[in-house]
């Protein structure tokens, strides 16, 4: 079975600053893994995912994220917040590409201050 | 390209009346679909999949069912609902072997 732990389940980066969102995962195979970002009230929108590759992968609005396997971890980064970024984040993990099933993480929400 | 569609977008019903919240996808065929339940506070719980018309998977004992009449939609339906039914519901939807993609959401509030 494959699992996430998010850690830290609030955030609160000054504007400009270093975003770092921790994500470690559970998996039994090698994972396949993904962001998702939710703004107030709305559904769930991919930011990056990991399949095979470069583990080093870019997604939209800025943020990044490394995969490491002896570290076990997925974490998200922005090098610079933006207002904007205020808003829920979700790691999420999948065992292999046959898996119907997506295991979240609960969930870390950021706040940016100005 | 492809879109899921969501409704109503919020509903606001009585404890014991019916339920009936419709998802639907365009652009795709034979997807798998996906209700997912946020309630507040806490992360997503996966309540139903579907990977083809008729056939639903449920995950977690509870008051409600899911139906797929047809291969693009997907119907969340309870016959008499909860309190602890509230919650933010989400579908997703995705082609064999790549990414799921969410719906906008429905708040439902049971009171």
């Known amino acids: 079975a494959q699992s996430v732990t998010q850690l830290g389940s609030h955030v609160s980066v000054s504007e400009g600053a270093l975003v770092l969102l921790r994500c470690n995962y559970s998996?039994?195979?090698?994972?396949?893994l993904f962001w998702y970002v939710q703004y107030p009230n709305q559904g769930l929108q991919l930011l990056l995912k990991?399949?095979?590759?470069?583990?080093l992968v870019k997604g939209i609005n800025g943020f990044e994220a490394e995969f490491k396997k002896s570290e076990t971890s997925f974490h998200l980064t922005k090098p610079s917040a933006h207002m904007s970024d205020a808003a829920e984040y979700f790691c999420a993990v999948r065992g292999n590409p046959n898996d119907y099933k997506l295991s979240f993480g609960a969930g870390t929400t950021v706040t940016v201050r100005a | 390209s492809q879109t899921i569609h969501q409704w109503p977008a919020t509903l606001v019903q009585p404890v014991g009346s019916p339920l009936s919240l419709e998802c639907t996808v365009e652009?795709?065929?034979?997807?798998?679909l996906y209700w997912y339940r946020q309630a507040a506070g806490r992360g997503l719980q996966l309540l139903f999949y579907s990977v083809g018309i008729g056939q639903i998977s449920s995950e977690v004992p509870q008051n409600l069912s899911a139906s797929r009449p047809q291969d693009r939609q997907f119907i969340l339906s309870s016959k008499k609902l909860l309190l602890s039914d509230s919650g933010f519901y989400l579908c997703?939807?995705?082609?064999?072997?790549?990414?799921?993609?969410f719906g906008p959401g429905t708040r439902l509030l049971v009171l």
């Open positions: 998996s039994s195979v090698p994972p396949y």
């Open positions: 990991y399949t095979t590759g470069a583990t």
């Open positions: 997703a939807w995705r082609r064999q072997l790549e990414t799921q993609y």
């Open positions: 652009g795709t065929s034979n997807p798998n």
